[in-house]
Every structure is written in C-alpha cells, then in structure tokens.
C-alpha cells in the first residue's frame, strides 16, 4: 500500500468530555492560564528570528508504545503535561502591519481532543503488512493540513501491533515551537521512569564541550622563555580565528553560489523542491556496540556516526553511480549544532518539574556547521572513523555555529524575513544532505501512561533528498533516514547500507581491540 491509499479521518476520541488546558493549582506562579494571559504578556514573547525562518518546517516523531493505545489516558496526559509549556498553547499572531513584521505569541485555550487524531486506514492493508501500513501513513502526514488558528501540534495514533510495538504514535510539530533539544527535554520532562514512575527518566550527563563554539584549549609550554610561552598561549586562538574565518567565507559563499557537485543523493542541478514526496523510515542499533567502537578508536560517539554515516554513504553512491573504488567525491552536510550553554537536559526537566520553566532555554537556538563527507572506498573500515574524527576535531576548533546562529537572527531583523528565509533555503539548497544527533532517556520510560519502545524523530519542509538523524534511547540508538522516495526509490538498501556500515566498522574495532591485547 502506498501512500496514496491512506484516507486518514479524525475520528471523536472515545470520550466526549473536552480537557481544556488548564494549570493545576498547586502549580508555581510564573505558570499563567489561557484565561490569564494578557496583552503585556504576548508582547513579552515575540517571534523570535530563527523561528520564522522555519515556516513550513515540521518535526516527526514515531514513537513505539508497549501497550494498544488508551486514548483517554494519553489525552488527559497531554492536557496534564503541556499545560506548563507556553508555546503549546499559543498561536502566531501579527501587529496587522502591512508586512506582518512584528509576530508574537499568544496564549489560546486549548481543547485537546482537537490535537489528538484517529485515523481510518484499509483493515486488509494493515492486516497484511502493519509496518508498510505504518510507514506508509507517516509518508502521508505532511499533506495533511494544520489548522493555524491552534497551536501547531497534535498526535496521530495507530492503534495496531507492529514488529516494533504494540501501537503507535505519530507526533508532528511545527518547528517554530522549538529544535530537538527544546522538544527532548519537554518529552523527558513529560515522561516518567518506566521502573518508577514516581521520579523523571534519567538522562546521561553532557561531554565536557572544547572547542567548537567554546574557548580553544590551551597548551603547555614544551619550551623555556617568555616568547615560547606567548606563542603557546596565543597559538590555539589564531587557529580558532583562522578556522572560523575560512568557515563563515564558505558558509557565505554556499548561500550565494557554492554548490556541491551532484551526487545520487541531490537532484539535478536547479531543480529543487521544498516537498517532495518523502518516506520516513528507521533500525535500531545496540548503543553498546557504537560505545564499543568509540572506546577502541579513542574518540567520541559523534565521531562514530559521522564516520559510520560517511561508509555507508560511500556504499551507496559507489553501488548506484559505477565509480571505481579509486575514485573520490565529496557532499556536504548541514549539521545542526544547539548553542546553548552546556548544561544536562536532566538539570533542564528538574527546572520544569520544580516549577522554573522560565529558565529553560526553549524555542529554537541553533547554529549550523558545513560538514564534509567524503566517500571513497577503504580496505579498512576504521578509516571511515578516522578521518570523521580529523574533520569534526577540525570543525570544534571553529565559532562556525555561533556566527551562522546570530548571522541569521542579525539578517532577518536588518533585511526582513523574505531575504532572511531566501538564504536560509539556499543554505540547504546547495548542500546536500542535514545530519543530527540527538541524546534520549537513559533508561526506559513512560509517556502519558504509556511504556515507550522507541524514538524516531525527523523532519520534512527542507529542500534536501536526506535527512540522517540519529537518536539514542536506553541501549538504542536509532538511525532515522527522511528521504525523497523519488531520488531513493531504493530508500531500503540505503537503510541496509547503515546497518551493513556499523556492523562492518564494529568487527574491525574487535580485531583491533584484540590486537592491542596480545601487545
């Protein structure tokens, strides 16, 4: 069944008692009503820039449960649980200018049934293949329009087993809401720990940042005198400098002119379009076994899935395009980088469970960093890992993020939103594919009442043909591809090509960990 089958329908809850959002009484005092917000209040929330520049960008998250679908519960969930979360209960709204310069938010009541969503689908299509019938229906949703008058977000349940789960849920989210980061720590603050439902899921501390968009580190004199020593201390910030000025000069020049050259993974040259007809698909990985590459390679978890990702990329073009295996290309990618202060998504949720929602930084805080790939074709897996490592080492002695976060937000307020969104789009126009990595629950967990099995979130509203995200959950981590079916035809054997890539770079870091121990 394709996606064209699929006539979803809302169907009534199996309630008819509407849960307006209301906010408990016991809750702290900077948490308002809908019935309290006032007009002071909205123009303390502007739209910020970088959030209208995501007009027609949605976020998708599949979501696992372990148990059929109770409706009631997970709605008077979503009503008990967003409450305290401003932007899921407000709505854009212009000054009436002429240009519609000044949007803010609003508060709206919220009637909840509204955003929950029961779709009708072929019983034969379901009954015959549930997780076609699943993916299918997730290729759907972005045809289907949202009502701008509510706040942008609402749940699809498909109350049928897969091979995965016991049902599903289909969350999608404009992305002026917030980046993954903001919508993470609302699912964390939202859910509880499935072993005790008493307390929040426990999440892993953040890496200890270098580089990047923070100070670059320093080194230790390796020789005597006063001028050594000023040339190791000033040393790493040259480079920085350096490093960030060659990246702003290419960012720049990517949104005028500087394109990647074609690839299987991009349409032709010009032709671009901002929704093409996509499929969401994933698998799931063993986390230990991305840690255990990490360790035997002395690097980072990132430095796995950027090379993992390179690999299986290089499979797939040199497969599809007939290069030999001693030809060698590039693609870009844009990586997502969240720019706020270091700080655990667990300290976040404690904030929104004790009541200091306000200290959170929400909304969408993203810079973005021009990642290159490599393919070529390497006897040795591990090379894969490798030089992701060189390249991203080089990317965090960079302030690429920082520029490209405070650029676009300087752009859009001097320029307007037309030539802010204009760049914005060329930006993914002339690269080839996004790429993030989210960090998720440690443990597993509950949402609204229901125990969740797994995490897949993405995107549509881009130009690109792929979108690779990456999002770990328990001893999980799922590789999330967002294609264009038209470019992918065969999206499927470039979802094997992943998992072949990590199966293939984990053997080769057991033999190499097995070497080093005979040493």
Known sequence: MDASSVSPSIASAPTSR???????????????????????TEEEEPVTPTARLMEGIYIVVTIGLGSPVNLPVFSAGVAAELARFPRFRSIQVTDGSKDGNNPRWARTAVNVEDHMIVPTLDPAAVAADPDRAVEDYVASVYTLPMDRSRPLWEFHFLDFPTSEAASTVVARVHHSLGDGMSLITLLLASARSAADPTRLPAMPEPPARTGAIYAPRRREPTSPGALAAFITWIWPYLVLAWNTMVDVSLFAATTVFLRDPWTPFRRADGDVMLNPRRRFVHRSLSLDD???????????????????????????????????????????????VNTRPTASLQAYANMIESGRSNDVAWGNQLGYILLPFHL????????????????????????????????????????????????????????????????????????CGHPVV?????????PQALIVHYQSYNNTIKIVLSVDEEIFPNYSQLLDDFVESFGLIKDAASRLSESIKKE
């Open 18 to 40: 509407l849960l307006p959002i209301r906010t408990p009484r016991s809750a702290p005092a900077e948490w308002t009503t809908t019935d309290d917000f006032s007009a002071a």
């Open 290 to 336: 991305v840690k255990f590459i990490k360790n035997a390679m002395s690097c980072t978890v990132n430095d796995v899935l950027v090379g993992a990702t390179s690999a299986a990329l290089s499979r797939y073009y040199f497969r599809n395009s007939g290069g030999t295996d001693t030809y060698r290309t590039w693609l870009r990618s844009v990586l997502l």
């Open 376 to 447: 070529a074709m390497h006897n040795d897996p591990l090379a894969y890992v490798r030089k992701a490592k060189m390249t991203v080492d080089r990317k965090k002695s960079s302030l690429e993020a920082i520029f490209t976060c405070k650029t676009s937000e300087v752009f859009v307020k001097m320029f307007g939103l037309k030539a802010g969104a204009f760049t914005f789009r060329r930006m993914f126009a002339n690269t080839t594919i996004s790429f993030s990595n989210l960090v998720g629950p440690t443990e597993k967990i509950e949402l």
């Open 454 to 462: 797994f995490i897949a979130p993405s995107v549509y509203g881009v």
